[in-house]
């Protein structure tokens, strides 16, 4: 069975500082890795993905993630945040030849600071 | 291209109640998945449709069935509703592609059982 930790419950940085919210996985195969935002009272709006090839992704917004493998980790990191990066930030894993089914982490709350 | 669309947004229901949630694709996709969010469980999947089929199910009891037309709007249906039902209920669904396409998520149903 496939999982996620997201070790972190909030995220606090100062507005033009960079972030990373953290997130570790364990599953039997090779992963699909996203990530998702969430904000008030709206459904998910996915960030980026990973899938195969080179271990640093680039998606929406100006996020970024790195896949290491040795670590099963794929951190979500941007290298300034704006206050409007506020919200909560979603790890997710599927796996080959599991159809479409998303494994949660439990999510982060990212606040940025002026 | 219009977005995943869910009705009714809000619903509140009394116990015992059965309710039934909504969900159009965005066109052209044929998978669509379910996801049940609240503060206590998080995001936790429910079902998965693809072309009328289903694909995957996740760990919720049989009062939950989902069902999905030829048009790929899909439908979930909760019987003898408890009160640890309320909760967010997320449509997502996915491009036809071989690879991990990533999930396009509705605003959702908020679902409050009194």
């Known amino acids: 069975a496939q999982s996620v930790a997201q070790p972190e419950d909030q995220v606090n940085v100062a507005e033009g500082n960079p972030l990373t919210v953290k997130c570790t996985y364990s599953v039997s195969g090779n992963p699909y890795l996203f990530w998702y935002v969430q904000y008030p009272n709206r459904g998910l709006q996915f960030l980026l993905k990973?899938?195969?090839?080179?271990?640093l992704v680039k998606g929406s917004y100006g996020f970024e993630a790195e896949f290491n493998k040795s670590q099963t980790s794929f951190h979500l990191k941007k290298p300034s945040a704006l206050v409007s990066d506020s919200a909560l930030y979603f790890c997710?894993?599927?796996?080959?030849?599991?159809?479409?089914?998303?494994?949660f982490g439990t999510g982060t709350q990212l606040k940025v600071e002026l | 291209k219009a977005g995943v669309t869910q009705t009714p947004r809000y619903l509140i229901k009394t116990r015992g109640q059965q309710v039934t949630l909504s969900c159009s694709p965005i066109?052209?996709?044929?998978?669509v998945s379910w996801y049940q969010q609240t503060p206590g469980q998080g995001l936790q999947f429910l079902f998965e449709?693809?072309?009328?089929?289903?694909?995957n199910k996740g760990n919720f009891p049989g009062r939950f069935s989902g069902r999905q037309f030829s048009n790929s709007r899909s439908e979930m249906n909760v019987s003898t509703l408890e009160l640890g039902d309320s909760a967010l209920y997320l449509c997502?669904?996915?491009?036809?592609?071989?690879?991990?396409?990533?999930?396009?998520f509705g605003p959702g149903t908020r679902l409050t059982v009194t």
């Open positions: 997502a669904s996915s491009p036809p592609l071989a690879g991990a396409g990533e999930q396009y």
């Open positions: 990973y899938i195969t090839g080179d271990n």
């Open positions: 997710a894993v599927r796996v080959t030849g599991g159809g479409n089914k998303l494994t």
């Open positions: 066109s052209g996709h044929r998978s």
């Open positions: 449709y693809f072309s009328e089929t289903q694909r």
